[in-house]
């Protein structure tokens, strides 16, 4: 018999192919009370959408502020606009 | 789900070395490899596009400045910068005055649909992603990486220097950690 961290990981994996969760706890009925508030919480976080990314001018920027000797550089302001 | 490119890990390890002899064009190789997981990782923390973007310039401007300071100890680079991240990100939230502010660009499938429901699971949502930020280092890398990157177990190993079976031992750690954080929470 798997242990708890295997039958949460293979719970999570089921979960991410579109199980639900009810489903998920029939494959470890003996886990279910200890893996139930582990799902719910695991399936209360988020992924970030794939667009989440930082913008081409600041990476471009950055990376030239990186490039620059340390006495060149300006300070980062994190003053709202 | 986001795929990010991956270097070398002997790639790695040479741009570092030049990095650490102040070779300023390997250390921007190394930020080219890395920023966007920096910024996607500090954007879940602060939920803010300019001051993740701020936060991530100061990340990198940090780690550049201390690189000499980094050891591999069989970490990858960037489970040092994100740990260099996440510092930073807790002291600007901790200066936040409010810090009430919903998602507006995360995935939402699967979401209820009634109002009330929706406002009840994103305030849920925000209280977890809350108690994401008091974890340490190692659980909360391991959480976001799995969670929010949706990253499989062995890429997650792969960033962290650890086995699989690891990752999977942290991932069940960390998630008990997360109960007990809103548990307390809650109580209060």
């Known amino acids: ?81 | 789900m986001l795929k990010l490119d991956k270097p070398p890990v002997t790639n790695e390890r040479l741009l570092v070395h030049r990095a650490i002899a102040r070779d300023g064009d390997a250390f921007a190789e190394l930020y080219d490899l890395n920023v966007i997981r920096v910024y996607r990782h500090i954007y879940y923390l602060i939920n803010d596009t300019k001051e993740a973007e701020d936060l991530t310039a100061q990340t990198f401007l940090q780690a550049w400045e201390a690189i000499d300071r980094f050891q591999h100890r069989g970490a990858p680079f960037v489970s040092w910068l994100l740990r260099i991240a996440h510092n930073l990100a807790v002291s600007h939230l901790r200066s936040r005055k409010s810090d009430v502010q919903l998602y507006d660009t995360m995935v939402d499938e699967g979401l209820p649909r009634n109002p009330e429901a929706v406002a009840e699971r994103q305030a849920d949502e925000e209280r977890v992603r809350q108690a994401v930020l008091r974890l340490g280092d190692e659980q909360r890398q391991v959480i976001i990486l799995r969670f929010v990157e949706e990253l499989d177990y062995r890429e997650v190993a792969e960033i962290l220097g650890k086995s699989v079976a690891a990752v999977r031992v942290i991932q069940h750690r960390a998630l008990c950690a997360l109960r007990k954080i809103m548990k307390v929470e809650e109580v209060a």
């Open chain 1, 1 to 81: 018999m798997p242990d708890i961290v295997e039958a949460l990981a293979d719970c999570l994996d089921a979960m991410r192919r579109g199980e639900k969760l009810a489903t998920c706890l029939e494959m470890y009925p003996h886990y279910r009370e200890e893996l139930t508030p582990l799902l719910e919480i695991a399936d209360l976080i988020k992924p970030l959408a794939p667009e989440v990314v930082p913008s081409p001018v600041f990476r471009e920027q950055t990376r030239d502020r990186l490039l620059r000797r340390p006495d060149d550089r300006e300070e980062i302001s994190l003053a709202p606009d």
